[in-house]
Protein backbone atom coordinates (compact mmCIF):
# COMPACT_ATOMS: atom_id res chain seq x y z
CA UNK A 1 0.00 0.00 0.00
CA UNK A 2 1.38 3.67 -1.22
CA UNK A 3 0.85 7.05 1.00
CA UNK A 4 -1.47 7.85 -1.55
CA UNK A 5 -3.69 4.70 -1.31
CA UNK A 6 -3.31 5.27 2.60
CA UNK A 7 -4.05 8.73 2.90
CA UNK A 8 -8.17 8.56 1.80
CA UNK A 9 -8.65 5.48 4.35
CA UNK A 10 -7.13 7.16 7.60
CA UNK A 11 -10.32 8.66 9.31
CA UNK A 12 -12.15 5.02 8.76
CA UNK A 13 -9.35 3.51 10.16
CA UNK A 14 -8.75 6.24 13.06
CA UNK A 15 -12.43 5.35 13.94
CA UNK A 16 -12.58 1.84 13.54
CA UNK A 17 -14.72 2.03 10.40
CA UNK A 18 -12.67 -0.14 7.96
CA UNK A 19 -13.38 -3.92 6.93
CA UNK A 20 -10.89 -6.09 9.05
CA UNK A 21 -8.42 -6.97 5.99
CA UNK A 22 -8.45 -3.42 4.77
CA UNK A 23 -7.08 -2.50 8.78
CA UNK A 24 -4.81 -4.85 8.64
CA UNK A 25 -3.26 -3.32 5.39
CA UNK A 26 -3.32 -0.17 6.16
CA UNK A 27 -1.47 -0.87 9.52
CA UNK A 28 1.23 -2.86 7.60
CA UNK A 29 1.79 0.15 5.96
CA UNK A 30 1.60 2.60 8.57
CA UNK A 31 4.37 0.59 10.71
CA UNK A 32 7.05 1.09 7.67
CA UNK A 33 6.00 4.85 7.22
CA UNK A 34 6.96 6.94 9.83
CA UNK A 35 4.94 9.99 7.70
CA UNK A 36 1.36 8.39 7.81
CA UNK A 37 1.59 6.88 10.79
CA UNK A 38 2.47 10.10 12.95
CA UNK A 39 -0.84 11.77 11.19
CA UNK A 40 -3.10 8.67 12.01
CA UNK A 41 -1.80 9.04 15.49
CA UNK A 42 -2.00 12.97 15.72
CA UNK A 43 -6.00 12.38 14.41
CA UNK A 44 -6.61 9.82 16.57
CA UNK A 45 -5.69 11.91 19.40
CA UNK A 46 -7.78 14.55 18.09
CA UNK A 47 -10.69 12.10 18.13
CA UNK A 48 -10.25 10.75 21.54
CA UNK A 49 -9.87 14.44 23.06
CA UNK A 50 -13.23 15.28 21.62
CA UNK A 51 -14.88 12.45 22.38
CA UNK A 52 -13.69 12.79 26.33
CA UNK A 53 -15.03 16.43 26.13
CA UNK A 54 -17.20 17.51 29.04
CA UNK A 55 -20.86 18.78 28.69
CA UNK A 56 -21.51 22.52 29.71
CA UNK A 57 -24.09 23.06 31.98
CA UNK A 58 -26.76 25.73 31.04
CA UNK A 59 -26.89 28.37 33.76
CA UNK A 60 -30.25 28.05 35.72
CA UNK A 61 -31.60 31.80 34.22
CA UNK A 62 -32.22 30.04 30.99
CA UNK A 63 -35.03 27.40 32.58
CA UNK A 64 -36.03 30.10 34.26
CA UNK A 65 -36.95 32.15 31.48
CA UNK A 66 -38.26 29.07 29.78
CA UNK A 67 -40.58 28.19 32.33
CA UNK A 68 -41.89 31.39 32.73
CA UNK A 69 -42.54 31.78 29.09
CA UNK A 70 -43.97 28.03 29.16
CA UNK A 71 -46.88 28.82 32.09
CA UNK A 72 -48.35 31.73 30.56
CA UNK A 73 -48.11 29.58 27.33
CA UNK A 74 -48.97 25.92 28.29
CA UNK A 75 -48.66 22.89 25.96
CA UNK A 76 -51.90 22.49 23.79
CA UNK A 77 -52.84 18.75 22.86
CA UNK A 78 -54.32 19.61 18.92
CA UNK A 79 -57.38 17.99 20.07
CA UNK A 80 -57.33 20.14 23.20
CA UNK A 81 -57.06 23.67 21.43
CA UNK A 82 -59.63 21.69 18.64
CA UNK A 83 -62.33 21.15 20.94
CA UNK A 84 -61.55 24.94 22.62
CA UNK A 85 -62.26 26.62 19.77
CA UNK A 86 -65.45 24.36 18.46
CA UNK A 87 -67.17 23.88 21.75
CA UNK A 88 -69.50 26.68 20.95
CA UNK A 89 -69.46 26.09 17.36
CA UNK A 90 -70.90 22.70 18.01
CA UNK A 91 -72.97 24.07 20.99
CA UNK A 92 -74.34 26.19 18.32
CA UNK A 93 -74.94 23.47 15.75
CA UNK A 94 -76.29 21.33 18.47
CA UNK A 95 -78.84 24.36 19.01
CA UNK A 96 -79.70 24.70 14.97
CA UNK A 97 -80.63 21.04 14.96
CA UNK A 98 -82.63 21.48 18.05
CA UNK A 99 -84.36 25.16 16.80
CA UNK A 100 -84.63 23.87 12.88
CA UNK A 101 -86.26 20.63 14.22
CA UNK A 102 -88.75 22.74 16.35
CA UNK A 103 -89.53 25.10 13.95
CA UNK A 104 -89.81 21.95 11.00
CA UNK A 105 -92.34 20.33 14.04
CA UNK A 106 -93.66 23.54 14.78
CA UNK A 107 -94.55 23.88 10.60
CA UNK A 108 -96.03 20.35 10.46
CA UNK A 109 -98.87 21.16 13.13
CA UNK A 110 -99.85 24.60 11.77
CA UNK A 111 -100.76 22.61 9.06
CA UNK A 112 -102.12 19.98 10.82
CA UNK A 113 -104.55 22.00 13.16
CA UNK A 114 -105.92 24.75 10.29
CA UNK A 115 -106.16 22.02 7.87
CA UNK A 116 -104.61 24.68 5.05
CA UNK A 117 -101.45 22.50 3.32
CA UNK A 118 -98.92 24.28 3.03
CA UNK A 119 -97.44 24.26 -0.40
CA UNK A 120 -93.90 22.93 -0.77
CA UNK A 121 -91.55 25.80 -1.87
CA UNK A 122 -94.06 28.31 -1.21
CA UNK A 123 -92.12 31.20 0.14
CA UNK A 124 -94.74 33.65 1.88
CA UNK A 125 -91.92 36.45 2.17
CA UNK A 126 -91.37 37.00 -1.66
CA UNK A 127 -87.57 36.94 -2.74
CA UNK A 128 -86.45 34.62 0.75
CA UNK A 129 -85.40 31.96 -0.99
CA UNK A 130 -83.22 34.64 -3.63
CA UNK A 131 -82.13 36.51 -0.58
CA UNK A 132 -80.93 32.81 1.13
CA UNK A 133 -79.77 31.67 -2.13
CA UNK A 134 -76.07 33.86 -2.58
CA UNK A 135 -75.04 33.29 1.17
CA UNK A 136 -75.68 29.15 0.85
CA UNK A 137 -74.30 29.50 -2.35
CA UNK A 138 -71.19 30.66 -1.02
CA UNK A 139 -70.67 28.31 1.79
CA UNK A 140 -71.63 25.78 -0.19
CA UNK A 141 -68.84 25.95 -2.79
CA UNK A 142 -66.41 26.80 0.15
CA UNK A 143 -67.31 23.59 1.50
CA UNK A 144 -67.13 21.43 -1.95
CA UNK A 145 -63.72 22.66 -1.91
CA UNK A 146 -62.71 22.20 1.06
CA UNK A 147 -64.28 19.07 2.05
CA UNK A 148 -61.62 16.96 -0.32
CA UNK A 149 -58.37 18.77 1.06
CA UNK A 150 -59.47 18.22 4.69
CA UNK A 151 -60.36 14.01 3.17
CA UNK A 152 -57.05 14.17 1.73
CA UNK A 153 -55.29 15.30 4.70
CA UNK A 154 -57.31 13.13 7.06
CA UNK A 155 -54.17 10.52 7.84
CA UNK A 156 -51.68 13.14 8.83
CA UNK A 157 -53.76 13.84 12.16
CA UNK A 158 -53.56 12.02 15.25
CA UNK A 159 -56.26 9.22 15.64
CA UNK A 160 -57.65 10.82 18.77
CA UNK A 161 -57.98 14.59 16.61
CA UNK A 162 -59.42 12.96 13.17
CA UNK A 163 -62.19 11.47 15.25
CA UNK A 164 -62.91 14.28 16.79
CA UNK A 165 -63.17 16.13 13.48
CA UNK A 166 -65.60 13.55 12.22
CA UNK A 167 -67.86 13.58 15.15
CA UNK A 168 -67.82 17.59 14.70
CA UNK A 169 -68.64 16.88 11.25
CA UNK A 170 -71.03 14.83 11.80
CA UNK A 171 -73.49 17.07 14.20
CA UNK A 172 -73.06 19.91 11.67
CA UNK A 173 -73.87 18.06 9.04
CA UNK A 174 -77.13 17.40 10.48
CA UNK A 175 -77.87 20.71 11.58
CA UNK A 176 -77.49 21.49 7.97
CA UNK A 177 -79.42 18.43 6.51
CA UNK A 178 -82.20 19.51 9.59
CA UNK A 179 -82.13 23.07 8.78
CA UNK A 180 -82.69 22.39 4.89
CA UNK A 181 -85.81 19.81 5.41
CA UNK A 182 -86.91 22.74 7.76
CA UNK A 183 -86.97 25.06 5.00
CA UNK A 184 -88.33 22.74 1.73
CA UNK A 185 -91.15 22.51 4.44
CA UNK A 186 -91.47 25.93 5.86
CA UNK A 187 -89.89 27.62 2.65
CA UNK A 188 -90.34 31.13 4.89
CA UNK A 189 -89.02 30.11 8.57
CA UNK A 190 -86.72 32.94 9.17
CA UNK A 191 -85.28 30.60 12.07
CA UNK A 192 -84.72 28.10 9.16
CA UNK A 193 -82.70 29.90 7.10
CA UNK A 194 -80.39 31.87 10.18
CA UNK A 195 -79.86 27.66 11.09
CA UNK A 196 -78.72 26.64 7.96
CA UNK A 197 -76.24 29.67 7.25
CA UNK A 198 -74.72 29.15 10.53
CA UNK A 199 -74.22 25.52 10.37
CA UNK A 200 -73.21 25.96 7.12
CA UNK A 201 -70.56 28.87 8.16
CA UNK A 202 -69.28 26.43 11.61
CA UNK A 203 -68.74 23.88 8.55
CA UNK A 204 -66.74 25.86 6.69
CA UNK A 205 -64.78 26.94 9.85
CA UNK A 206 -64.59 22.89 10.72
CA UNK A 207 -63.09 22.48 7.22
CA UNK A 208 -60.61 25.29 7.82
CA UNK A 209 -59.11 24.35 11.41
CA UNK A 210 -59.01 20.91 10.22
CA UNK A 211 -56.49 21.99 7.49
CA UNK A 212 -54.17 24.04 9.48
CA UNK A 213 -54.21 20.90 12.25
CA UNK A 214 -52.92 18.63 9.17
CA UNK A 215 -50.72 21.50 8.21
CA UNK A 216 -49.42 21.81 11.52
CA UNK A 217 -48.95 17.93 11.69
CA UNK A 218 -47.12 18.01 9.17
CA UNK A 219 -44.90 20.43 9.48
CA UNK A 220 -44.32 19.49 13.38
CA UNK A 221 -43.18 15.93 11.11
CA UNK A 222 -40.91 18.34 8.94
CA UNK A 223 -39.39 19.54 12.17
CA UNK A 224 -38.46 16.44 13.22
CA UNK A 225 -36.82 15.55 9.53
CA UNK A 226 -34.22 18.14 9.63
CA UNK A 227 -34.86 20.89 7.32
CA UNK A 228 -31.19 22.23 7.59
CA UNK A 229 -27.85 21.42 5.42
CA UNK A 230 -24.27 21.78 6.27
CA UNK A 231 -22.15 24.47 4.40
CA UNK A 232 -19.65 22.32 2.61
CA UNK A 233 -16.57 24.11 2.74
CA UNK A 234 -14.44 23.83 -0.18
CA UNK B 1 -31.39 8.38 22.20
CA UNK B 2 -31.21 6.48 18.48
CA UNK B 3 -34.25 4.40 17.68
CA UNK B 4 -38.11 5.14 18.44
CA UNK B 5 -39.34 6.42 21.51
CA UNK B 6 -39.52 4.65 24.84
CA UNK B 7 -42.79 4.25 26.58
CA UNK B 8 -41.27 6.83 29.06
CA UNK B 9 -40.83 9.02 26.28
CA UNK B 10 -44.29 8.61 25.35
CA UNK B 11 -45.90 8.89 28.80
CA UNK B 12 -43.48 11.90 29.10
CA UNK B 13 -44.82 13.94 25.95
CA UNK B 14 -48.56 12.80 27.16
CA UNK B 15 -47.98 15.07 30.24
CA UNK B 16 -46.38 17.44 28.24
CA UNK B 17 -49.10 18.25 26.25
CA UNK B 18 -51.64 17.77 29.22
CA UNK B 19 -50.28 21.17 30.36
CA UNK B 20 -47.98 19.21 33.10
CA UNK B 21 -45.33 21.47 34.03
CA UNK B 22 -43.17 19.03 35.87
CA UNK B 23 -43.14 16.81 33.11
CA UNK B 24 -41.87 19.32 30.92
CA UNK B 25 -39.19 20.73 33.68
CA UNK B 26 -38.33 16.81 33.34
CA UNK B 27 -37.48 16.57 29.80
CA UNK B 28 -35.45 20.13 29.90
CA UNK B 29 -33.07 18.28 32.96
CA UNK B 30 -32.54 15.04 30.92
CA UNK B 31 -31.87 17.16 27.62
CA UNK B 32 -30.86 20.46 28.01
CA UNK B 33 -27.33 19.62 29.24
CA UNK B 34 -26.30 17.97 26.01
CA UNK B 35 -28.41 20.39 23.69
CA UNK B 36 -26.34 23.00 25.21
CA UNK B 37 -23.00 21.65 24.89
CA UNK B 38 -23.88 20.96 21.14
CA UNK B 39 -25.16 24.23 20.81
CA UNK B 40 -21.98 26.16 22.71
CA UNK B 41 -19.67 24.23 19.92
CA UNK B 42 -21.52 24.79 16.85
CA UNK B 43 -22.34 28.24 17.50
CA UNK B 44 -18.79 29.23 19.28
CA UNK B 45 -20.18 31.19 21.98
CA UNK B 46 -22.36 30.46 25.00
CA UNK B 47 -24.23 33.70 25.20
CA UNK B 48 -25.60 32.78 21.45
CA UNK B 49 -26.30 28.99 23.05
CA UNK B 50 -28.34 30.26 26.00
CA UNK B 51 -30.43 31.79 23.42
CA UNK B 52 -30.77 29.38 21.41
CA UNK B 53 -30.97 26.63 24.03
CA UNK B 54 -33.75 28.79 25.47
CA UNK B 55 -35.69 28.89 21.52
CA UNK B 56 -34.95 25.41 21.32
CA UNK B 57 -36.98 24.63 24.37
CA UNK B 58 -39.62 27.21 23.84
CA UNK B 59 -40.27 25.74 20.10
CA UNK B 60 -40.37 21.84 21.40
CA UNK B 61 -42.74 23.06 23.81
CA UNK B 62 -45.14 24.53 21.04
CA UNK B 63 -44.61 21.69 18.96
CA UNK B 64 -44.82 18.54 21.09
CA UNK B 65 -48.23 17.96 20.43
CA UNK B 66 -47.12 16.53 16.70
CA UNK B 67 -44.44 13.99 18.39
CA UNK B 68 -45.51 10.73 17.46
CA UNK B 69 -42.65 8.66 18.96
CA UNK B 70 -41.02 7.40 15.51
CA UNK B 71 -37.58 8.61 16.94
CA UNK B 72 -36.53 8.87 20.68
CA UNK B 73 -37.40 11.99 22.16
CA UNK B 74 -34.20 13.24 23.03
CA UNK B 75 -33.19 12.52 18.63
CA UNK B 76 -36.49 14.72 18.40
CA UNK B 77 -34.98 17.89 20.58
CA UNK B 78 -31.42 17.14 18.72
CA UNK B 79 -33.32 17.75 15.51
CA UNK B 80 -34.99 20.96 16.65
CA UNK B 81 -31.61 22.18 18.26
CA UNK B 82 -29.36 21.42 15.04
CA UNK B 83 -31.81 22.89 12.59
CA UNK B 84 -32.23 26.38 14.98
CA UNK B 85 -28.48 26.55 14.97
CA UNK B 86 -28.11 26.01 11.49
CA UNK B 87 -30.62 28.92 10.83
CA UNK B 88 -28.49 30.90 13.36
CA UNK B 89 -25.12 30.47 11.55
CA UNK B 90 -26.88 30.85 8.08
CA UNK B 91 -27.58 34.28 9.61
CA UNK B 92 -25.12 35.14 10.72
CA UNK B 93 -22.70 34.09 7.94
CA UNK B 94 -25.26 36.58 5.92
CA UNK B 95 -24.82 39.70 8.52
CA UNK B 96 -20.47 39.23 8.47
CA UNK B 97 -20.49 38.77 4.88
CA UNK B 98 -22.36 42.32 4.37
CA UNK B 99 -20.13 43.54 7.08
CA UNK B 100 -17.12 42.61 5.81
CA UNK B 101 -17.96 41.99 1.85
CA UNK B 102 -14.69 44.48 1.43
CA UNK B 103 -12.23 42.46 2.93
CA UNK B 104 -10.23 39.62 2.08
CA UNK B 105 -10.77 36.76 4.76
CA UNK B 106 -8.03 34.53 4.75
CA UNK B 107 -7.84 31.16 6.64
CA UNK B 108 -6.02 32.10 9.89
CA UNK B 109 -4.81 28.31 10.61
CA UNK B 110 -2.58 27.61 7.25
CA UNK B 111 -0.49 24.47 7.95
CA UNK B 112 2.85 25.12 8.01
CA UNK B 113 5.09 23.32 5.46
CA UNK B 114 6.05 20.42 6.33
CA UNK B 115 2.75 18.94 8.02
CA UNK B 116 3.05 19.82 10.97
CA UNK B 117 2.73 17.50 14.12
CA UNK B 118 0.41 17.65 17.26
CA UNK B 119 1.84 19.28 20.42
CA UNK B 120 2.43 16.94 22.51
CA UNK B 121 0.44 18.48 25.40
CA UNK B 122 -3.07 19.42 24.09
CA UNK B 123 -5.52 20.73 26.70
CA UNK B 124 -8.99 20.83 26.72
CA UNK B 125 -8.86 24.14 26.41
CA UNK B 126 -7.12 24.51 23.95
CA UNK B 127 -8.80 21.83 21.50
CA UNK B 128 -12.46 24.08 22.73
CA UNK B 129 -10.45 26.99 21.51
CA UNK B 130 -9.79 25.45 18.62
CA UNK B 131 -13.15 24.00 17.20
CA UNK B 132 -14.71 27.53 17.79
CA UNK B 133 -12.15 28.56 15.24
CA UNK B 134 -13.04 26.16 12.63
CA UNK B 135 -15.46 27.37 9.67
CA UNK B 136 -19.20 26.63 10.41
CA UNK B 137 -19.84 23.50 8.19
CA UNK B 138 -16.99 21.15 8.99
CA UNK B 139 -17.50 22.62 12.98
CA UNK B 140 -20.64 21.63 12.82
CA UNK B 141 -20.02 17.54 11.65
CA UNK B 142 -17.05 17.30 13.85
CA UNK B 143 -19.04 18.42 16.49
CA UNK B 144 -22.00 15.85 15.91
CA UNK B 145 -19.59 13.49 14.95
CA UNK B 146 -16.19 13.64 17.15
CA UNK B 147 -18.14 14.83 20.35
CA UNK B 148 -21.37 13.77 20.18
CA UNK B 149 -20.58 10.93 18.73
CA UNK B 150 -23.32 10.48 16.01
CA UNK B 151 -22.57 7.92 12.73
CA UNK B 152 -22.09 9.41 9.38
CA UNK B 153 -25.34 8.45 8.09
CA UNK B 154 -26.88 9.80 10.94
CA UNK B 155 -25.12 13.18 10.29
CA UNK B 156 -26.06 12.49 7.00
CA UNK B 157 -30.57 12.35 7.91
CA UNK B 158 -29.81 15.15 10.32
CA UNK B 159 -28.42 17.35 7.71
CA UNK B 160 -29.35 16.31 4.73
CA UNK B 161 -25.99 15.42 3.44
CA UNK B 162 -24.32 12.28 1.84
CA UNK B 163 -21.73 10.00 4.58
CA UNK B 164 -18.81 11.10 2.01
CA UNK B 165 -19.95 14.33 2.35
CA UNK B 166 -20.19 14.09 6.21
CA UNK B 167 -16.63 11.89 6.33
CA UNK B 168 -14.82 14.63 4.17
CA UNK B 169 -16.04 17.34 6.38
CA UNK B 170 -14.73 15.39 9.49
CA UNK B 171 -11.29 14.88 8.15
CA UNK B 172 -11.16 18.82 6.95
CA UNK B 173 -11.32 19.60 10.39
CA UNK B 174 -9.52 16.92 11.95
CA UNK B 175 -6.70 18.66 9.50
CA UNK B 176 -7.30 21.90 10.59
CA UNK B 177 -7.21 20.97 14.45
CA UNK B 178 -4.28 19.30 13.43
CA UNK B 179 -2.98 22.83 12.13
CA UNK B 180 -4.35 24.84 14.93
CA UNK B 181 -2.75 22.59 17.60
CA UNK B 182 0.49 21.91 16.17
CA UNK B 183 2.12 24.80 17.76
CA UNK B 184 3.49 25.41 14.35
CA UNK B 185 1.02 27.85 13.19
CA UNK B 186 0.97 30.28 10.12
CA UNK B 187 -1.02 33.85 10.56
CA UNK B 188 -3.44 35.15 13.24
CA UNK B 189 -3.44 32.61 15.93
CA UNK B 190 -6.74 34.09 16.81
CA UNK B 191 -8.44 32.83 13.76
CA UNK B 192 -11.46 33.85 11.93
CA UNK B 193 -15.35 32.95 13.14
Redesign the interface.
Known amino acids: MTCDACAPLI ?2 FVDDALPGDVSAEVRVHLAACA ?1 CR ?2 A ?3 G ?3 S ?11 D ?3 Q ?3 R ?3 S ?6 L ?2 LLTVWRPALAGAMSVVLVTGLAWLGGRLTAVTTGVPIPAGHAATPGAASVLHTPEATYSQAIASLEPLAAARRSVL ?1 PGVAEAIASGMTIVDTAIDQSRAALRTVPDSEAARDSLLQALRTKVTLLQDALALAA ?2 A ?3 R ?11 P | MRGAASGADLELARRCRQGDAAAFEEVYRAHAGRLYSLLVRMAGSAGEAEDLLRDVFLTAHRKLGSFRGESALGTWLYRLAVNHCLDFLRGRRARMARATASLDEEDAAEPAAPAPRLAEAISRIDLERAIAQLPDGCRTVFVLHDVEGFEHHEIGDLLGISEGTSKSQVHKARMKLRAMLSGAVVGNPAGRR
Open positions: DDGTLADLAIRLAAALPPFVPPHVWTIAQTRAPARHPAAEGSSGDEGAVTGQAETT
